[in-house]
């Protein structure tokens, strides 16, 4: 049977397609597909109401972490799930942990989250797109002015100080340099000193040097969340995948990324560096981080507190403490994905089977046969097996045998890559 699909239905149905034969959930194949863990769901909106109350009465941040092994769909849950805060009225970043963006670096995290953040009701990335949506003469963006104060935030004033010029006078260039400082360029003292003398401001914001990175970095999270919140927004979501590359650090770093997960999972509300209203976090680890990495792997949860804890220094011994609330986060605090179950392939097979027949105007034949699950089972590999099956009969008209291959696993052995040279500047 084939049928006419339209040409806009068409192209939306194929890009779906070809992500998913990829392996690489996109906006248009998570939206058709849809989500099989209602209970993650739950947690979620629960989580967004709790974002945006803590814009009103400054409670630290939350997070979830959920678990799954190689190829369960944690990708495709977070894209789901950046789809549904969107719709909700949320702007959302989806960040993956890699050696460009490193967990243990705040600085690279905040660059990622800036450059992927994404708005409702608006193409394209960045903070642009909030920066552009500001009504100054609203009641959302006084109170934020007021708040940016740095006698109120108790931020560096370089952030009051070009709000100002972005809000007063700015030449559309110096503008530009404005959201990228608030993005994580950097931005000249002289020059944003000029700016405000030349509109009656030159000893308004006492332009002081900025703190280092990792405490700029901070400090860009505040203020972007609540810059967010003064365009409109109900809050600043983080989702974050692959955090299971903790595992390939250096020992130091592992200490560090354990500190930063954490920060993202709301244990360390007790420090200024901890509390980070309008934001609420989502990661992604895959399920045998902890016997890997933490306990019967590397034994991470007495080798990182044991080594800091015999150094002499200060700040080893507060990176222990944070280290460990962050392994605890990854032991006790997960949310399993859980098993595939037979009903969640039918239905799977029958929503693809659609999406497939309005990309190609070819009718995939039935899901005859009960789906042979085990422990392994993973629905990637369902997907990509069917598609690849009705590519060959669609264009053959065979019926094929298709072999699957194990997908691979993660590994968690030391990469010299990942290695940090040098700290992000100011």
């Known amino acids: 049977m084939a049928t006419d699909p339209g040409p806009v239905d068409k192209t939306a149905n194929r890009r779906a397609v070809e992500a998913l034969r990829a392996g690489v959930p996109n906006r248009d194949a998570v939206s058709q597909l849809g989500c099989h863990h209602p209970g993650i ?25 959920i678990s799954g092994g190689f190829g369960s769909g944690k990708s495709h849950l977070l894209q789901y799930l950046q789809h549904h805060a969107i719709e909700s009225g949320y702007a959302c970043s989806k960040i993956v942990i890699s050696k460009e963006t490193p967990l243990y670096d705040p600085a ?29 003469g ?17 931020l560096a ?67 972007a969340s609540r810059l967010i919140a003064a365009a409109g927004h109900k809050g600043w979501i983080l989702l974050v995948d692959e955090v299971e590359l903790i595992g390939q650090y250096s020992f130091k770093q592992r200490a560090r990324a354990y500190a ?15 509390v980070f209203p ?7 680890i895959t399920s045998d981080f902890e016997s890997a990495v933490i306990t019967a792997g590397k034994n991470d949860k007495e080798m990182v507190p044991g080594k800091l804890n015999a150094s002499v220094k200060d700040e080893d011994h507060l990176l222990a403490t944070r280290a460990e609330r962050g392994m605890r986060s990854a032991m006790k605090e997960t949310t399993a994905l859980g098993q595939v179950t037979a009903e ?56 094929p045998n298709v072999v699957d291959t194990p997908l691979g696993q993660s590994s968690y052995e030391e990469d010299p890559d990942l290695e940090l040279d040098e700290p992000d500047g100011k």
């Open 260 to 274: 930063e997960l954490a920060r993202w999972m709301g244990q360390l509300d007790d420090s200024a560096d901890g």
């Open 344 to 399: 969640q392939v039918r239905s799977t097979h029958e929503r693809l089977a659609e999406i497939y027949e309005r990309s190609f105007g070819w009718t995939p034949p039935p899901l005859l046969k009960e789906p042979q699950l085990d422990l392994t089972s993973v629905m990637r590999q369902f997907v990509r097996r069917w598609i690849t099956e009705w590519d060959l009969k669609r264009i053959y008209g065979a019926t």
């Open 41 to 65: 769901e739950a947690k979620f909106d629960s989580l967004l109401g709790t974002v945006t109350k803590s814009l009103h009465e400054s409670t630290p941040l939350r997070g979830i972490l």
């Open 157 to 223: 004033a370089q952030f009051a100080g070009s709000l100002y010029v972005f809000q007063n006078g700015g030449d559309a260039e110096f503008r530009d340099r404005i959201v990228r400082f608030w993005s994580g360029d950097k931005l000249v003292n002289a020059e944003l000193k000029l700016k405000l003398r030349l509109l009656g401001q030159g000893t308004t914001y006492p332009l002081q040097a900025l703190p280092r990175a990792a405490e700029l970095a901070f400090q860009r999270f505040q203020f």
């Open 138 to 154: 609203s009641k959302e963006y006084g109170k934020f002015f007021h708040w940016a104060d740095p006698l109120q935030s108790h």
């Open 278 to 284: 309008g934001i609420g976090c989502v990661l992604a």
């Open 108 to 136: 690279k995290v905040f660059r990622a989250a800036a450059a992927e953040l994404r708005v409702p009701k608006r193409s394209g990335s960045g903070l642009t797109n909030v920066a552009s949506a500001l009504d100054f």
